[in-house]
Structure formats: C-alpha cells, structure tokens
C-alpha cells in the first residue's frame, strides 16, 4: 500500500487500522501528535490533508497520492498552519477516491471552515469535497431570494448523497448566524444504509438511504471549489470508521481556535 507522509511517498505492508507511521513534530504544533485520543484516531486515518505547505499533496493516503490540480489553489492562515482557499479564483485537486476513502463501505470525514465572503441574499454554491460523479457532497449551498425578497434555496452546509440508488438525501446546517471569519468543525458519518453529520462536536443528525450504494456509485474525489463564495477549509480528514460523538467533540475542543467559545 502506497502512502504519502508530508509528501513523501512511502510503501507499507497491508495491515489492518493502520495509515502510516507518524513523523517526528513539535507536539505543540500538532494535536494530532500531543493529544492522545487524536493520536489513536490516526490509525483510521485513510487520507489527510493539512495545506500547510501550501499544496495540494495529501500529508497521508492510503491510496494513490499525486493530486491533478483544478486551476489554481490559493491558501491562507488556517485553524491550524495553513488553509486551502475554496471559492472565488482559488482552485483544487482531483485525488483518487480507491483507498483513499471508502465510501462504499463505511467512514467519516472531518473539516474545518471558516467563511470570508459568505452573503446572506444570493449566493453560489462552494464545494468543499465531492465526487466526480457528483453523488456526495460537502458543501456550503448560498441562499436566493426572488424579486419580493421571498427565500427560494436556503443557505446551508450540507452533507450529500445524491444517486437513484440512494434516493436523494441531505443533512444540514443553516449558516445564517454563522459569521465571517469563524471556523467551525463539520464531521460526515456514513455505515449504509444510514448518514450522519454533526457540527462543533454536537449531536449527529442522520438519515438513512433507501439503498445502500456500492463501489459503482462513486467517482474520484474533487477537493476545494473552483467557483461560489470563499472560504477557508482545513485540516481534511477521511477516515476509514464513523467517529463517535465523543471523538467529534474531543476533536473540536482538541483544535478550535482560542478565542471560540463553548459548545
């Protein structure tokens, strides 16, 4: 199995849970070194992207690593180092889904976002993480409003599986009193037929889909978003189990920036 560890490939045996060897860092920096839950979440770490050396090359995967770029990546400060632009001129990668994130089967994604330009009348949407066959989703839907001011699309993130083996199926938040320049944490949860999706370590929301997807369903993986509102996303996180709800709070108090308040 093929894995890249901050950009440099690497070749381990098959094993069961485990993603790649940990490289030697400055505990302060990284949680995911200091903290013991986040450490032991690693070995169910099936791709990892943190932007900090403002690339688009995943710092783990356990499939193919080299990513084809889509237009240009712009990056920024993020909740941790740095954060991939997603929205306005900035671009992204496509990246191959085998291995990399089993979403045939079962997982979780987790994200942090914080919005730069989101408007509250009428908006476009940003995809943060999708597949090319546009089946699954994460993304940040903008708002419309018809000539009487009357909303016609809520604003929202959502958590998509879209298939006419699934049904059509969305989880979400609205983004209403969610203010510019706020990282948030989003977790995406599926073991078919159910989803589920939590924001800020809360309660996950789930829904279950009237057919359980298979391999067929999926395309390769599309991260950041060449077009609607910016936003930063960091640290990218696919697993190859669900996460508890325990495990998304501890994730989001483990990271979320100083100055954020409680749950």
Not at 203 to 229: C, I
Request: net charge negative; hydrophobic share 40%; with cysteine.
């Amino acid at each position: 199995m093929a894995i890249a560890w901050m950009g440099l490939p690497l070749t381990l045996a098959l094993l069961p849970n485990v993603a790649a060897p940990q490289a030697p860092a400055d505990p302060r920096a990284d949680p995911y070194v200091a903290d013991p839950t986040l450490r032991s979440l690693m070995d169910w770490v099936t791709l990892r992207l943190t932007f900090d050396a403002d690339s688009m090359l995943p710092d783990m995967a356990a499939g193919a690593f080299e990513p084809t770029l889509h237009g240009t990546p712009q990056f920024a400060e993020g909740v941790k180092g740095r954060a991939l632009v997603a929205g306005g001129e900035s671009g992204g990668a496509f990246l191959a889904r085998r291995l990399n994130a089993p979403l045939e089967t079962r997982g979780a994604i987790s994200l942090w976002l914080c919005p730069l330009e989101w408007t509250h009348v009428n908006g476009g949407n940003t995809e943060f993480l999708m597949t090319t066959n546009f089946s699954l989703y994460l993304q940040r839907q903008g708002p419309l409003h018809n000539e009487e001011g009357v909303v016609t699309r809520q604003e929202a993130v959502q958590f998509l599986m879209l298939s006419e083996v699934t049904g059509n199926n969305c989880l979400a938040f609205g983004t209403e009193d969610w203010p510019l320049g706020k990282w948030r944490l989003l977790v995406a949860n599926w073991s078919w037929p159910v989803m589920s999706f939590s924001l800020d370590g809360g309660e996950f929301q789930s829904v279950s889909v009237k057919q359980s997807p298979t391999e067929a369903n999926f395309g390769d993986l599309l991260v950041g978003s060449a077009g609607g509102e910016k936003t930063l996303m960091d640290e990218l996180t696919i697993y190859r189990r669900p996460l508890t709800l325990d495990e998304a709070r501890h994730l989001y108090d483990a990271l979320k920036p100083p100055a954020e308040g409680q749950r």
